[in-house]
């Protein structure tokens, strides 16, 4: 099992930038792939972006620009930038990893909150 520990979240206008960053520990070895995803009031939780170990990213196509992932395997560490946002991006963001088996661990979830 995999522990995931989030950072970063909190409340910024629109326009603003804001990082996230998510910090693995536990069987981490076998981690595969690292990414968010997000979670607004009423909607279902949706990839963000993710990124495997061989370095192939994944990215919701409306984020695209606008969010990057970033991932360190080596320290076991995935952020996500965030550009231009805009109050629609305000959710809860969960870090996630994929690990072989496959087994899929959630962290905790960081708030994001966009004022217009």
């Known amino acids: 099992q995999v522990q995931l520990v989030e950072s970063g979240g909190g409340l910024v206008q629109a326009g603003e930038s804001l990082r996230l960053s998510c910090a693995a520990s536990?069987?981490?070895?076998?981690?595969?792939?690292m990414g968010w995803y997000r979670q607004a009031p009423g909607k279902e939780r949706e990839l963000v972006g993710s990124?495997?170990?061989?370095?192939?990213?994944t990215y919701l196509d409306s984020l695209k620009g606008r969010f990057t992932v970033s991932s360190d395997f080596t320290k076991s560490t995935v952020d996500l930038q965030m550009n231009s946002l805009k109050p629609e991006d305000t959710a809860v963001y969960y870090c996630?990893?994929?690990?072989?088996?496959?087994?899929?661990?959630w962290g905790q979830g960081t708030q994001v909150t966009v004022s217009s």
């Open positions: 536990g069987r981490v070895f076998s981690i595969y792939a």
């Open positions: 990124i495997t170990k061989d370095g192939r990213p």
């Open positions: 996630n990893v994929v690990s072989y088996g496959p087994h899929i661990d």
